[in-house]
C-alpha cells in the first residue's frame, strides 16, 4: 500500500524547534515536487514549504530564515525543520507528493496526502 506517513509534531514552547518527517512508502518507483502544507480551524490549508525531485525549495514569506525542507531520496523522505517557533505557527501540518508507482506491469502517478501531524506553539 502506497502512502504518506507523518511524524515529529507536537508541543514546544515559542522560540522552540521541532523536526516533522514525511516517509513515503510502498512499492514507489520516483518520487516528484513534495511539500508542506498547514491547516488551521476554519481557514484553507497553505503552502509553507516546497522541494523539487532536483533539491530546489520555496518557502511562504512568513517561514523563511526559520523552516528548512529538505528531502532525502534514499530514505524517501521530506524533512521540515521549524525553528524560531511562534505561536501563529500553530497548525495541523500535512505533506504532499506525486508519487510514481509500479504495479507489477505498469507505472502510474497518484498524489498523496499525509494524515496530518498537529504543531502546537506555546507563549
Known amino acids: 500500500q502506497v502512502q504518506l506517513v507523518e511524524s515529529g509534531g507536537g508541543l514546544v514552547q515559542a522560540g522552540g524547534s521541532l523536526r516533522l518527517s514525511c516517509k513515503a512508502t510502498?512499492?514507489?518507483?520516483?518520487?516528484?515536487?513534495m511539500g508542506w502544507y498547514c491547516q488551521v480551524p476554519g481557514k484553507q490549508r497553505v503552502l509553507v514549504a516546497g522541494?523539487?525531485?532536483?533539491?530546489?525549495?520555496n518557502y511562504a514569506d512568513s517561514v523563511k530564515g526559520r523552516f528548512t525542507i529538505s528531502r532525502d531520496n534514499a530514505k524517501n523522505t521530506v524533512y521540515l525543520q521549524m525553528n524560531s517557533l511562534k505561536p501563529e505557527d500553530t497548525a495541523v501540518y500535512y505533506c504532499?507528493?506525486?508519487?510514481?508507482?509500479?504495479?507489477?506491469?505498469?507505472?502510474?502517478?497518484?498524489?498523496?496526502w499525509g494524515q496530518g501531524t498537529q504543531v502546537t506553539v506555546s507563549s
Open positions: 510502498g512499492a514507489i518507483v520516483s518520487i516528484n515536487a
Open positions: 522541494i523539487t525531485s532536483g533539491g530546489s525549495t
Open positions: 504532499n507528493a506525486d508519487l510514481q508507482v509500479y504495479s507489477g506491469s505498469y507505472y502510474y502517478t497518484k498524489n498523496y
